[in-house]
C-alpha cells in the first residue's frame, strides 16, 4: 500500500524537479542531505510528505504503533534556569508557589502504582541544589528496591550537568555511579534547539548543544539507551531545526544509542514567549514527516500525546509517527500548564488502544527498551485475553 502510494508519486509528471529526486532517495534507501531537509520544510505539501514518511514508516515499523504504560514523577518546579519556553518552573525566591517533594513522598507516590501493571516511571523535573547526587542515587537505590522491574527512565543532560558539576565527577563518572544505583534510560529533553543563536535566547544557561550531546555519547557508550527530542515552532526558523536534527544524525552514526526522536510542540501559554504564535496543526504533521524522512538511522518517531492532544496524536500516524508514548495518569504538569488540550492527560490502556486502531494501525503495547509486552491487535478488554487464545492444560 505505501509502496503503491510512493510510486503513483514518482509516475506524477508534473511534480517539481527537486521533490522528485528527494522521493527517489526515500525510494532507494537513500539518505537525505540538509538542503533536501530545507527544501522539504519550504516547499513541500503535505500530502507529498505523508507519502514519503509513511513509505519509510512502514518499512521500518509495519503496522505497528507502540505505546507504553508509564506514570511520570516531578520532584520539583523549583529551578534555578528561567528557559522562556517554560510555564512550570518557579525562581527558588519563589519557592512557595513551587513543590519540591522528599525522596519519601517520591517512594510513596511510587507505591501508589504497586497494584497496577505500568513499566516505566519517568522522572524529570526543575534543577535545585537540594536534590543533588546523593538525592538521586538513593532515590534510584530505593525505587530499585521497592519493586526491581520498574524501568527508571530519569533526568536529563540539564539536571546532570548541574549534578555531577556539583559532585566534581567527570559525566563518565557520574553516568556510572548512576547506573549502579538504578537507573535504565534517558529521557530526551532538555535538547530544546541546538544553535546557540536560539539556544542562548530561550535556555540561556543551562548545559549546551555540546554539553548535551556528550552525556548522551557517554550514557551510550556504557551501553545505555536514550531519547532526543526538539523544540520546535517559536522563534527558530527551519534551517535551525535542520540544524538540530543533522548533529542528533551524526551522533546516532556514531553510538546507535537513540531509540526514538520526539518533536515537542512549542505551547506559549503562561511563560515568557507567549506573544509568539503557536504554529498550526499541519505544520506539525509536516514537521513529524520531515524528521522521519530525514532521521534516516532512528528506528522510531514519536508523538507526545499530552502536548498535542489525541486528535492530532492519531492523524501523525500518518505521517511518520509509530509511538505515541504511554498511559500518563495525570502524572505531568509541563504541558498543561503551557496550555495544552490535555489538562489533566490520563489514557486508560483501552483508550489508547481504541486510539491507535480507529486510525487502522497495530496498537503494540512495549516496555521502554520496544520489546513487545503485549500486542493489542485482537484483545478482549472484557475477558483481558488476546482473541483466539487457547489456554494450555497446567501440568502438574
Ligand atoms: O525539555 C517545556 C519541553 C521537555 C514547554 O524521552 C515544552 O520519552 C513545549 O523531554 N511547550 C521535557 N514544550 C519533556 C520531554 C519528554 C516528554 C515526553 C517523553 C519524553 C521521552 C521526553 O518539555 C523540555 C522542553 O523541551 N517543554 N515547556 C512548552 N511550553
Ligand atoms: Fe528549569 Fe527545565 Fe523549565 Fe528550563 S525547562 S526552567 S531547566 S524546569
Known sequence: MNQHSLKILLEENSLDKTLKSIAVKVENSERISDDDCIYLYENAALGFLGVLANY??????????????????????????????????????????????????????????????????????????????????????????????????????VEYHYIFKKAKLSYAEGMAKMIEAGLDSMPGGGAEIFHPEIRDQIAGGKCSAEEWLSMHEVFHKLGQRSNATMLYGHIEQFWHRVDHMRQLRDLQDKTGGFQTFIPLKFRNKNNQLSHVPE????????????????????????????????????????????????????????????????????????????????????????????????????????????????????IQ
Request: aromatic share 12%; net charge negative; with cysteine.
Open 279 to 394: 504554529v498550526s496543526a499541519i505544520e506539525d504533521l509536516r514537521n513529524y514527516a520531515i524528521s522521519r524522512i530525514y532521521l534516516d538511522n532512528f528506528d522510531h518517531i514519536k508523538a507526545y500525546w499530552p502536548m498535542i492532544g489525541r486528535t492530532l496524536a492519531q492523524l501523525s500516524m500518518a505521517f511518520g509517527v509509530d509511538d505515541i508514548d504511554g498511559t500518563i495518569d495525570d502524572t505531568t504538569k509541563i504541558y498543561s500548564m503551557a496550555g495544552s488540550e490535555e489538562q489533566s492527560p490520563t489514557l486508560t490502556t483501552e483508550e489508547l488502544v481504541n486510539m491507535i486502531k480507529s486510525v487502522g494501525r497495530r496498537p503494540i503495547e512495549r516496555d521502554t527498551l520496544y520489546n513487545v509486552v503485549t500486542d493489542f491487535e485482537n484483545y478482549d478488554f472484557s475477558t483481558n485475553k488476546a482473541i483466539g487464545f487457547v489456554e494450555l492444560p497446567v
Open 56 to 157: 519509510i514508516r512502514e518499512n521500518k515499523c509495519g503496522n505497528n504503533t507502540y505505546f507504553n504504560r508509564n506514570f511520570h514523577v516531578e520532584p520539583t518546579n523549583i529551578c534555578v534556569y528561567t528557559c522562556t519556553f517554560c510555564a512550570y518552573s518557579r525562581l527558588i525566591k519563589q519557592r512557595e508557589e513551587g513543590w519540591e517533594l522528599s525522596i519519601e513522598q517520591i517512594l510513596d507516590n511510587i507505591k501508589k502504582y504497586d497494584s497496577k501493571p505500568v513499566t516505566e516511571v519517568h522522572i524529570t523535573g526543575g534543577v535545585v541544589p537540594k536534590q543533588d547526587f546523593a538525592f538521586y542515587t538513593e532515590l534510584f537505590r530505593k525505587i530499585k528496591a521497592h519493586r526491581p522491574e520498574l524501568h527508571i527512565k530519569a533526568l536529563t543532560p
